[in-house]
């Protein structure tokens, strides 16, 4: 067993049980919200939406939410220990890193390995100690320390700015073991940077990091050719259906595990309770995309289609439990 970082403080991996790898609480964005705060409307109703939420969510038997809100998504860990101070039955692990699609924050433009030129020599990037420091020594003066590192690569690919990140998770990875997640866009097999980058460049085992958003495509044959690299592979936006569909989704699990591949995937629904990027408005065309889906749905359809509750207990409570338990640092 290991000790795995949450929002109240370490608990053993065998308490982590049931377990959500990839669910957001509160998806912001700060600029816009601290300048027009009537958006975001009044803080302690924000937090009892969530508390109710999430409350649903652990009535389900869910023990554990994997949240990766990282730079760029609006992190804001004194909002989160507000809700999981009244969910004791709820573990939340939260994450450090970053996420771009293309450049860095323009915080980073000018510092760290965009000096190499004018310097002459290399320069590190600052946040691979800022990352360190969230793992080791907590987020922000909370105390709360970071289980996970965050990078994104989407379909612009391997941008410099993309890149740097990336190389940046892998070395606080390797400092400290702490797993990674990375946001990858399947259709255009980002995964394969991902490997290339992390893994055959910067050393990352393969296993401890988790290909989110894999179920954006029904490509098994690709997907199969990642687990065999040994990477976890997050089936992780049940939900979301605009540009694929609830069936499409489920039946690519339901043929994964028919290969054989339950023991190198998890299941989650890339929820929040608020998340400040989509028009309210816009909402009611996902009417599937909320914390309840995958027990009310989606594991039903999963078992009348042959999966085993082997195999489901497998994806939810036995790939988290390794992921979190292996230990990779350098």
Known sequence: MAMVETVRGPVDSAALERTYMHEHIFVLTPDVQQNYPGEWGDEDARIADAVDKLGALSAQGVRTIVDPTVIGLGRYIPRIQRVAEQLPDLNI??????YTYEEVPFFFHHRGPALNEAAGTEVPDPRVDMFVGDIEDGIAGTGVKAGLLKCAIDQQGLTPGVERVMRAVAKAHLRTGTPITVHTHPGSHTGSEVKRVLCDEE????GRVVLGHSGDTTDVDHLGELAEAGFVLGMDRFGINLETTFEARAETVVEMCRRGYADRRVLSQDASCYIDWIDPAVMPLLPQ????????EVLPYLERRGVTEKQIETMLVDVPRRYFEADAKG
């Open 93 to 98: 692990v939260v994450a450090t890193g970053c």
């Open 203 to 206: 050393g990352v085992d393969p």
């Open 289 to 296: 995309w909320h914390y309840l889906h995958i027990a009310d």
